[in-house]
């Protein structure tokens, strides 16, 4: 099993429309969490990062779910402009971070 | 706040050739990452340094790969000699301190094409 599995897609979703992200992990020693967005052609940014409590950020909500190992970003009104690779990204402590291969979005007109 | 600088942004070489990539991390930033992304991938962690010194390499071919950061500043990363397989794009990235809670900040990358 690999150690962050993400749906690769595409998830293509009209303007406006609520999408949601999982993500999942399998070292359940994992200690943080983040999502990182990348444009086509572009390096990765970090988007938001993933607390135990959840934690929202405009129209972008992240969740976590220990017990299950697996990690979401929820995007609710959905614009053109958050067409985009999200990657999920898990840190054991003192090890290197692992990126999963990403989802690709698509926000249709 | 000037970003991460890599150089040169796209490389086409021909297999056992030699190439070498650059990267000036953000002014200030002890830990400087080096990740290769092959397409349809995330990146993945080539090595990690902190200021001059090697945190991890556990994932560097090191029979082909090599990196230095001499001055704990920039650093340079060099594959030699390339091979089809190493066609991918070379991320540098560097953090304030290395701790996980660290943003990581990417430079453009440097995509490199192997024939």
């Known amino acids: 099993r690999k150690e962050v599995e993400q749906d690769p897609g595409p998830f293509n979703v009209p303007e406006g429309a609520t999408v949601a992200f999982n993500c999942t992990y399998s070292?359940?020693?994992?200690?943080?969490f983040f999502w990182y967005r990348q444009d086509c052609r572009k390096e990765p940014k970090l988007l938001m990062s993933v607390y135990s409590s959840g934690n929202e950020d405009g129209r972008f909500t992240a969740q976590l779910n220990r017990a299950s190992q697996y990690i979401s970003l929820l995007i609710r009104d959905s614009k053109l402009s958050d067409s985009a690779t999200y990657l999920c990204?898990?840190?054991?402590?003192?090890?290197?971070?692992?990126f999963g291969k990403g989802t690709r979005l698509s926000v249709i007109a | 706040e000037a970003g991460v600088a890599q150089s040169p942004r796209y490389k086409i070489i021909e297999k056992r050739q030699s190439v070498a990539f650059w990267c000036n991390p953000i002014?200030?930033?002890?830990?400087l990452y080096w990740y290769q992304q092959i397409l349809g991938q995330g990146p993945k962690l080539l090595i990690q340094?902190?200021?001059?010194?090697?945190?991890?390499d556990s994932q560097l071919p090191k029979d082909r790969f090599s990196a230095e950061r001499l001055k704990g500043v920039d650093s340079t990363l060099k594959i030699q000699p390339a091979k089809l397989e190493d066609s991918a794009v070379y991320l540098c990235?560097?953090?304030?301190?290395?701790?996980?809670?660290?943003?990581?900040?990417f430079g453009p990358g440097t995509r490199l094409t192997v024939l």
């Open positions: 990204v898990v840190e054991r402590g003192n090890t290197p971070l692992v």
């Open positions: 990235a560097s953090t304030t301190s290395g701790r996980e809670s660290d943003t990581q900040y």
């Open positions: 340094f902190q200021n001059n010194g090697v945190v991890d």
């Open positions: 070292n359940s020693a994992s200690q943080s």
């Open positions: 002014s200030g930033h002890a830990t």
